[in-house]
């Protein structure tokens, strides 16, 4: 089994949390760990079309990438004295997607945490209250469809800087917007990705076109 020790206390329980959000979606979902020194970056695949990056702080360098299952990294994140003890690696093919680069990152522009989830939030109720007039009356197949383009036209909307809302919906439903407080949200690119970093994780998604969650 391996161990990481992370550099601040509670960071495995944090951790902890994100994995059984992780799984929360998808029962089966994997988290692909990598590290090349002082911090572990832990990646999920989400229904969003993006990444979900949760981040620790290692007390001890490391360097380790595997996939594990989030449900047992959830059950086991937390170990003796808050050391992150890590499930045994699953095949490589069961992570689909590229990581992002590391370095390059330019920053676009900074929003304020509080008014980002207000954004989500309208987006979330404008889909609740159109969403029975749009699919009203169509085939379950034909519902579906439209549902899935009534999610595209709300959550393709520019958020700020060319990047779309849907990075922040992910971002707030994977707990990484705290409530009201003055903290904030940085937008940045590197090539064809972007990144939502919120005070609690981050968001990354290649740009262009993207499938998007109800």
């Not at 969003?48 to 360097?63: H, I, K, M, N």
């Not at 085939?139 to 849907?166: F, H, K, M, Q, Y």
Request: net charge negative; aromatic share 8%; hydrophobic share 50%.
């Amino acid at each position: 089994m391996t161990s990481l020790v992370p550099a601040q206390t509670g960071a495995a329980a944090d951790l902890a949390t994100f994995a059984r959000r992780v799984s929360s979606f998808e029962p089966d979902a994997v988290v692909r760990i990598v590290s090349y020194g002082a911090v572990v970056g832990c990646f999920a695949e989400t229904p969003f079309d993006a990444l979900a990056l949760r981040a620790v702080a290692l007390a001890e360098p490391a360097e380790i990438d595997v996939v594990v299952e989030a449900g047992t990294l959830a059950a086991r994140a937390v170990g003796a004295g808050g050391v992150l003890e890590l499930p045994p690696p699953l095949p490589a093919l069961r992570w689909a997607s590229s990581l992002p680069p590391r370095t390059g990152w330019t920053e676009l522009q900074r929003l304020p945490t509080d008014a980002v989830v207000a954004r989500v939030d309208e987006g979330i109720e404008e889909f609740k209250s159109r969403a029975g007039e749009v699919a009203d009356g169509s085939s379950p197949r034909a519902g579906r469809a439209a549902l899935e383009g009534l999610a595209t036209e709300i959550w393709d909307r520019e958020l700020a800087a060319g990047v779309p809302l849907r990075l922040a919906h992910a971002a707030s439903s994977y707990g990484f917007m705290p409530g009201a407080d003055d903290s904030e949200v940085v937008l940045r690119e590197a090539g064809a990705w972007w990144r939502f970093d919120a005070p609690n994780g981050a968001v990354l998604a290649r740009s262009g076109p993207a499938l998007f969650a109800l």
